[in-house]
Structures are given as structure tokens and as C-alpha cells.
């Protein structure tokens, strides 16, 4: 389970961030990605129990936690920023690019709702964006840091929801259900349908199909 320590390996009062991305593997649709601070000292001992990678929670359980992970935030005891990269981004500079593009994006919007930029980065996987301050890459960092975590889950619940809207917009993709991943009812979609504005042209099964 995720805890403080990595966090804790910075001075007392500095502002630590955790940095994650959810949707780098999907035929469509961007990649999100959030900035997480929380509060050491005053974090609610619920999230302590329950903050986890969002890939080993239920989906109900991500919806409960991100919901309480902004209420954290309008108590001052977090904040975050939440952001994005488009697939046409993705395409013209590739996934880990927009990537990590997204997560720059969400430290900036995390400093803007904070008044204030963070001193550290810890960030899931193996590269770093740019950013205003030192950045870690931390492998397997949502199972390890609860800030990670929470970015984490924050970035899944809100491209799970994008994906969502956007199958409302695009039907018979069925991306309500495989979130634009690969799936053999996407793949059948795109042979009936062809390819739309939200998919991914440089992802080689979305190429092949024009």
C-alpha cells in the first residue's frame, strides 16, 4: 500500500507533488493526467486506509475516492490540477511526449489553484516532465506514494469519464465500455465505421485502417 516515505524524505514545509497519467495505451482519445498534493499532517485518516493505485480499485471505489480527494482540496488539506493531451497532440509528438506534456500541464494548473509551485515532483514511471522544480521518477510510484496514488486516481475518473462523453458524441465504438483501447468490439468498429477525429493515426492499428 502507498504511504508518505518518499514524501517525507523532503524538509518539513515544502510542497511535495505526485504525478501520474492514465490513457497512454488506448486507440483514442487523449491522455489525462493530474498533480496531487496532500497534506502530510492533516490527510484524513479515510484516505490514508484507502488510497491505492487506481488500477486495483473498483471503479466505484476510484469514484468515492475522487470525490473525496477534492473535498480535501476545498478543505485546504490538498490541492490539484487535472490536464490533458489530445490524440492529435499524441500524434504529432508522440504518446510519451503528450504525456508528459499532460502532466506539465497538471502542475501548472495544481500551482495556479495552490498559489504556490511545488518545490518537489514524484512521478510514476521512468521519465520526468518539465517542470519548475526537481522532479523523481518513482517506478511503480502509485503503489508506493499516496500523492501518486491520488493522481492516479484522479486522472483515471476523469478519462473515464472524457471517454464517456465522447462515446455519446461517436457511437458504436462502444468507448463507454473499452475506454478506447483496443478491444475486438473497437476494432470491429473502426472496419464498420472508420476513423474519427479522436482516434490516435500515428497508433499503427489506426493507420493500417486508412
Not at 469514484?63 to 490524440?87: H, N, P
Not at 498559489?115 to 517542470?131: C, I, K, N, S, W
Not at 468498429?189 to 477525429?197: E, I, N, P, Y
Request: glycine share 8%.
Amino acid at each position: 500500500m502507498p504511504d508518505f516515505t518518499l514524501e517525507l524524505e523532503h524538509p518539513e514545509g515544502l510542497m511535495v507533488i505526485g504525478l501520474d497519467e492514465a490513457g497512454r495505451g488506448p486507440w483514442a482519445g487523449p491522455v489525462v493526467a493530474a498533480a496531487v498534493w496532500l497534506d502530510p499532517a492533516r490527510t484524513s485518516a479515510a484516505l490514508l486506509r484507502d488510497l491505492d493505485d487506481s488500477k486495483a480499485l473498483r471503479p466505484a471505489a476510484r469514484e468515492t475516492l475522487y470525490e473525496a480527494i477534492k473535498a480535501s482540496a476545498r478543505q485546504g488539506l490538498a490541492a490539484f490540477g487535472i490536464a490533458e493531451a489530445t490524440a492529435q497532440e499524441i500524434d504529432r509528438i508522440n504518446i510519451l511526449q503528450a504525456s508528459l506534456l499532460a502532466m506539465s500541464r497538471a502542475a501548472d494548473q495544481l500551482a495556479e489553484a495552490a498559489g504556490r509551485r511545488a518545490e518537489a515532483a514524484l512521478v510514476d514511471g521512468l521519465h520526468t516532465p518539465a517542470l519548475a522544480c526537481p522532479a523523481r521518477p518513482v517506478v511503480k510510484g502509485d503503489s508506493r506514494s499516496l500523492s501518486i496514488a491520488a493522481a492516479s486516481i484522479l486522472a483515471k475518473v476523469t478519462r473515464d469519464r472524457v471517454m464517456a462523453d465522447l462515446a455519446a458524441r461517436h457511437p458504436g465504438y462502444g468507448w463507454e465500455r473499452n475506454k478506447g483501447y483496443g478491444t475486438a468490439e473497437h476494432r470491429r468498429a473502426l472496419d464498420r465505421l472508420g476513423v474519427t477525429g479522436e482516434h490516435r493515426r500515428s497508433f499503427r492499428p489506426v493507420r493500417e485502417m486508412l
